[in-house]
């Protein structure tokens, strides 16, 4: 059967059953959802035909066109952004890094107002978190606090772009060079945004040593489970793809042997020399990689990623200019300074003196179809996960938590993806308008 048949085939069966059908007032609105057309089903389909299943063509267009689109030289794709941000904080670990490698018992200093699998890798990695307080309204570290959390275990900052809004890039990066600090951006949430660092616009995830992103589907774009990791160092780079395959020495993709030509002429440890270079490891690794299917999908999502960047930015806005009458009940958002952030969410804090509390107003916006969420853990302290974790041993908290704990209490945010209508924003705004009632 010719192929273009079959494409012609599941491209109308695409149209015909996945068309998004127009918002009716009374629907359910919910925070976020796939963003997709024939293009990614047709792509899906395509490297399912080819039945190559694991990384192939499709992943080597995808990690170039990632890396294009964020100007950086190298990309890797990995099976979630919990895999990246654990293939990060390894990638720290390892002994080519000399006496930068973070060794057990050195801290990295974050934040407890963190989705979990930020914070877990740098335990898993044998190391310790050291947690500051966030600011309201950016939801991000303040900057002076890490200084105050410095000590000298100090080897890392690994921090998430709070719900896509950028974290003071230049004051943290200019921390980190000054004492020698590794700097991973957690950028899972915030793909697609910029921010101005020496008279220049970069993208976010890139001014770091290390970026990472997530393609769950809530995500600016998605390959249903999917991530990747970023860098401009080659050293980091060399590492990473090391500890994403195996922990192995050799490069060559998949498929594919003696690309270096030294295949069986090398020296490696206590093996004996030419021992096959495909089989030599130079890192306790792992295996985080994704399958070509997913990197389908990404290629036809990354060409559509500056307009969902876009209509995120203006569905915020909208949402903005439409509750700025409510800033005496409720918080409302800032964008962080030098930055144009490619917003997940739209988060609010009900303020003190409101009449109502958050499980109030969240509870008549659910009851009203639409969907909101908390700013993922709160407290990632406050959790039975560390229960058993003793403070000053497995963490440190360097700051009074005050600002994490009221965002626990009193945050919730709804959603701004690309699949919103004005009609939808502006049931969102008029609930919300209610549930303060
Ligand atoms: C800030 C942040 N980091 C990491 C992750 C983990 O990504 P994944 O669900 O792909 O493992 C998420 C997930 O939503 C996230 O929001």
């Not at 200019?174 to 910029?194: S, V």
């Not at 890192?283 to 995120?312: E, S």
């Not at 949402?319 to 609010?348: M, T, V, Y």
């Not at 440190?396 to 209490?409: G, I, K, P, Q, Y």
Request: include cysteine.
């Amino acid at each position: 059967m010719e192929k273009d048949r079959i494409e012609e085939l599941v491209r109308a069966y695409t149209r015909e059953h996945h068309s998004r059908k127009p918002y009716q007032k009374g629907d359910r609105i919910p925070y976020s959802g796939r963003v997709f057309d024939e293009e990614e089903v047709w792509a899906l389909v395509d490297s399912a035909l080819d039945f190559w299943l694991t990384a192939g063509d499709y992943t080597e267009a995808f990690e170039k066109g990632l890396a294009a689109y964020l100007e950086v030289p190298y990309c890797l794709l990995v099976n979630s952004g919990s895999s990246a941000n654990l293939l990060a904080m390894a990638a720290l670990t390892s002994p080519l890094l000399k006496d930068r490698r973070i060794l057990k018992g050195d801290e990295v200093l974050t934040v407890a107002a963190a989705f979990p699998t930020t914070v877990a890798p740098i335990l898993q990695c044998g190391a310790v978190p050291v947690f500051v307080d966030i600011d309201i309204p950016s939801y991000n570290v303040c900057p002076e606090q890490l200084e105050e959390a410095l000590s000298s275990r100090t080897k890392a900052v690994f921090l998430a772009h709070s719900l896509g809004n950028p974290f003071a890039l230049d004051q943290i990066r200019a921390f980190c060079d000054r004492h020698g600090l590794w700097l991973i951006e957690d950028n899972c949430d915030g793909l697609g945004g910029t921010y101005e660092i020496d008279e220049k616009i970069r993208k976010t995830g890139t001014i770091g040593h290390i970026g990472t992103s997530s393609f769950y589907p809530a995500h600016q774009m998605t390959t249903g489970e999917g991530g990747a990791v970023y860098t401009s160092d080659p050293l980091l780079y060399k590492i990473l793809r090391s500890m994403r395959d195996w922990g192995r020495e050799c490069s060559c993709p998949g498929g594919m042997d003696n690309l270096c030509g030294h295949r069986f002429d090398g020296q490696f440890g206590t093996l004996p020399r030419g021992y096959d270079h495909k089989y030599v490891y130079s890192h306790i690794g792992y295996n985080l990689k994704a399958t070509d299917m997913q990197a389908a999908i990404g290629t036809a999502q990354l060409a559509k990623l500056p307009d969902f960047v876009r209509r995120r930015q203006e569905n915020w806005a909208y949402l903005r200019a439409g509750l700025a009458g409510l800033s005496d009940q409720l918080i409302l958002p800032e964008k962080q300074e030098h930055s144009n952030p490619s917003w997940f969410g739209f988060i609010l804090a009900v303020r003190p003196e409101c009449e109502r509390s958050r499980g109030e107003i969240v509870s008549y916006l659910e009851e009203h179809g639409i969907q909101t969420r908390n700013l993922f853990a709160g407290n990632i302290l406050r959790h039975p996960c560390f229960q058993d974790l003793k403070e000053g041993e497995d963490y440190r908290v360097a700051h009074s938590l005050e600002n994490t704990d009221f965002t626990m209490r009193n945050a919730f945010w709804v959603g701004v993806y690309p699949g919103m209508t004005d009609a939808m924003l502006d049931e969102m705004i008029l609930r919300i308008r209610k549930s303060l009632n």
